[in-house]
Nanobody, 117 residues
Framework: QVQLVESGGGLVQAGGSLRLSCTVSGSIFSINVMAWYRQAPGKQRELVASITSGRLTNYADSVKARFTISRDNAKNTVYLQMNSLKPEDTSVYYC???????????WGQGTQVTVSS
């Protein structure tokens, strides 16, 4: 069983930066894919960025060139560096892991990011 705990959310002005962290309990080496999703009130949860065990990354068009996902296997942590934040980035951000050969998934509890204009 893999458990995920997010941190780093908060309130920031437009144009500012935040770094989210997702700490994994259990071995990060067993995880095939880790990702960040977000969900704003009244909207569907959407993929923000993902990273594979081979460090291949994928980003939503809306965050390309502004957000960077990375993983530190030694610290069992995945990061989401968010720069040039916009009010439309306001959401609850969730960490996600796919492991067990892709057969199992786990979600974090979410962390609120609020960007003021």
């Amino acid at each position: 069983q893999v458990q995920l705990v997010e941190s780093g959310g908060g309130l920031v002005q437009a144009g500012g930066s935040l770094r989210l962290s997702c700490t994994v309990s259990g071995s990060i080496f067993s995880i095939n894919v880790m990702a960040w999703y977000r969900q704003a009130p009244g909207k569907q949860r959407e993929l923000v960025a993902s990273i594979t065990s081979g460090r291949l990354t994928n980003y939503a068009d809306s965050v390309k060139a502004r957000f960077t996902i990375s993983r530190d296997n030694a610290k069992n942590t995945v990061y989401l560096q968010m720069n040039s934040l916009k009010p439309e980035d306001t959401s609850v951000y969730y960490c996600y892991a796919q492991y067990g050969g892709g057969l199992r998934t786990s979600w974090g509890q979410g962390t609120q990011v609020t960007v003021s204009s």
